[in-house]
């Protein structure tokens, strides 16, 4: 599945965009400045996503990757 595969799927099954994600994920405090906090490990991310979204492991990684800048809106 695309990069953009996973966010269509994504935003289809919790309504939620990846600005969303970054600003639940500020709120929560993972991240700060728009930016991952070094301590804040993937495992942490998509513990998160699971229990609140439901998502399964990849889609999970896949706002991880957004979050940690690895991805954007604009990846493949």
């Known amino acids: 599945m695309s990069f953009q595969g996973y966010l269509k799927t994504i935003k289809s099954k919790t309504g939620k ?3 969303d994600f ?13 930016e991952l ?7 942490e991310i998509t513990k998160w996503l699971k229990e ?13 990757a957004l979050l940690k800048g690895l991805k ?3 990846s493949d």
């Open 17 to 19: 965009e990846p600005a």
């Open 22 to 34: 970054r600003r639940i994920a500020e709120e929560k405090g993972f991240t700060a400045g728009g």
């Open 37 to 43: 906090k070094p301590e804040v490990k993937a495992g």
């Open 52 to 64: 609140d979204f439901e998502l399964g492991q990849g889609h999970a990684m896949a706002i991880y």
């Open 72 to 74: 954007n809106e604009n």
